[in-house]
């Protein structure tokens, strides 16, 4: 073992592809899952990957780490809170759902789950709840601060640029904005659900209202101040625009409207996300339509957000280039952006968009393909034990 | 992980946005212009990560 990490560390990522479908081809898993190393080798590749991914090479990373260490302490850097930090802010409550997965990977990674479910059904993939999952540090702590602390890195960043300029507009009124989200996923999240069927029932209404309300208002943030949208005078987009087409900001806000309330689903924490409409006090979560129906929401909507905050994104720059929204710059004008290394292809841009659709078609083809095929065959599997 | 994977790929297709329409990122963002990437660039390392994603899940679906 010791060997072949070091041959997988010294390899770049199409070698290590290269060296995978030769594994699979000469069995090599198939071996190493007689000495109980079977699947947890592919989490942890996976881990290795992305951190290598994220490490390397460091004089272009050292930026992205600079600038989350400024997110998260933005007290402790000299000129305050810049545009890019509260970009990379939004940007990492829009992640949530991905943190969520990672941690639980990594708990998953450190707890010896790992090699204890090779172990136990020699490849059956019958997965057992393990017993951290439920635990009072993880369920109550590390699952809701992960789910918290982009918002409340938001949040301080606001206060902050309210207390470095004086302004309570827009400052303040941003701050409201993450606090009442706050408020929703700490109710989400830790309320005990299962009390009696009328205090559900009143702590639902009560939520679901704070739920719309927060979602309203977000959504009435992003077109109106992120991107300066929704003026009258303008019919309603703003004095001047650099996308072409006008239905392009049309389209983007109510889909921004439609998918913010996709998104504040996803702030929940999994283990509340199925309880919060449960459909009464003797139903456990696993029993209730709801709960599969979350597990099968939970990736679709981490997806979802990354495209709404992805075009959020081009809006966001869009209006900052043009007006200066914030006063973050002290010159309003911005130069215009020209590529001074242009590597232009051959192709003209509808052709490289096709073929951009076609591959991304056949990938989530494949792995949809994967996905039924592994359910199909877990089926067999129960059946076949449940016969013998 | 398919979450770094797709904010990796998002931050791609934004640059690519912002370079065609002219929004001057670089400058916005007051990033450094030496280790600044283009959509390119950024769409390659995208295309390799995904590879190795892909076959990883494949081969913890199919091998195990």
């Known amino acids: ?388 | 992980m398919a979450g770094l994977l797709s904010v990796h790929w998002s931050w791609g297709l934004q640059v690519l946005v912002w370079t065609r329409f002219r929004i001057n990122y670089v400058y916005i963002f007051e990033l450094d212009p030496r280790f600044t990437r283009s959509y390119t660039q950024i769409f390659s390392d995208c295309a390799s990560d995904s590879i190795v994603f892909f076959s990883l899940v494949f081969m913890l679906v199919w091998v195990c």
């Open chain 1, 1 to 388: 073992m010791p060997n072949f990490a070091l041959v997988f560390f010294l390899l770049n990522a199409k070698q290590k592809v290269l060296l995978y479908f030769k594994a699979v081809l000469k069995r090599l898993p198939v071996e190493l899952k007689d000495y109980g190393v079977s699947e947890g080798i592919f989490v942890l590749a996976g881990l290795f990957a992305a951190w290598h991914r994220l490490l390397f090479p460091w004089v272009q990373r050292r930026g992205l780490w600079q600038a989350l260490f400024a997110v998260a302490c933005p007290w402790r850097v000299n000129p305050g809170v810049c545009f890019f930090h509260t970009y990379v802010g939004d940007v990492l409550t829009s992640m949530v759902k991905c943190f969520l997965n990672l941690q639980f990977t990594v708990f998953f990674v450190a707890s010896g789950g790992v090699w204890r479910s090779a172990n136990a059904h020699h490849g059956h993939s019958n997965f057992v709840q393990p017993a951290w999952l439920q635990s009072w540090p993880y369920d109550h702590v590390a699952a809701p601060s992960v789910v918290f602390l982009p918002l409340w890195f938001r949040f301080v960043q606001c206060l902050m640029r309210f207390k470095s300029t004086g302004d309570r507009w827009p400052h303040l009124y941003n701050a409201l904005k993450y606090g009442l989200m706050m408020t929703v996923t700490v109710f989400g999240a830790l309320h005990p659900l299962y009390t009696t069927l009328r205090d559900t029932l009143w702590f639902q209404l009560f939520w679901i209202t704070l739920f719309v309300v927060s979602t309203l208002y977000s959504a009435y943030w992003d077109i109106c101040l992120d991107w300066g949208l929704g003026k009258l005078k303008y019919q309603l987009l703003n004095d001047r625009q650099m996308y072409p087409k006008k239905w392009y900001y049309y389209s983007a806000m109510v889909g921004d409207l439609v998918l913010r309330f996709v998104w504040i689903y996803t702030l929940i924490p999994p283990t509340a996300a199925s309880g919060i409409i449960a459909l009464g006090p003797g139903q456990t979560p696993s029993q209730s339509l709801f709960s599969k129906l979350a597990n099968w929401l939970a990736p679709i909507a981490m997806l979802l957000e990354m495209v709404r905050r992805t075009f959020w994104g081009l809006f966001r720059l869009e209006n900052e280039q043009l007006h200066n929204t914030e006063g973050y710059r002290r010159v309003n004008f911005v130069p215009l952006h020209f590529d001074h290394t242009p590597e232009r292809l051959n192709t003209t841009g509808r052709s490289v968009a096709y073929e951009v659709l076609g591959f991304g078609l056949v990938i989530v083809a494949s792995g949809a393909l994967v996905i039924v095929l592994s359910g199909r065959r877990y089926d067999s599997m129960a059946t076949d034990t449940d016969e013998s």
